[in-house]
């Protein structure tokens, strides 16, 4: 457990996984809105 606590509190190891999962976040947020607009654009006969 110590390992995993030196792991995530390390600055540059840490820092990769927090800008990872916002980079993940920020994709699947473009992509919904993406998916949403197209949604609004058709037409429903």
């Given at each position: 457990m110590d390992t995993l606590y030196?792991?995530?509190n390390t600055q540059t190891l840490?820092?990769?996984v927090?800008?990872?999962a916002f980079c993940g976040?920020?994709?699947t947020y473009i992509f919904?809105?993406?998916w949403i607009?197209?949604?609004a654009q058709e037409d429903h006969k």
């Open positions: 030196w792991l995530i840490g820092g990769m927090v800008l990872a976040a920020l994709v919904m809105v993406r607009a197209q949604g």
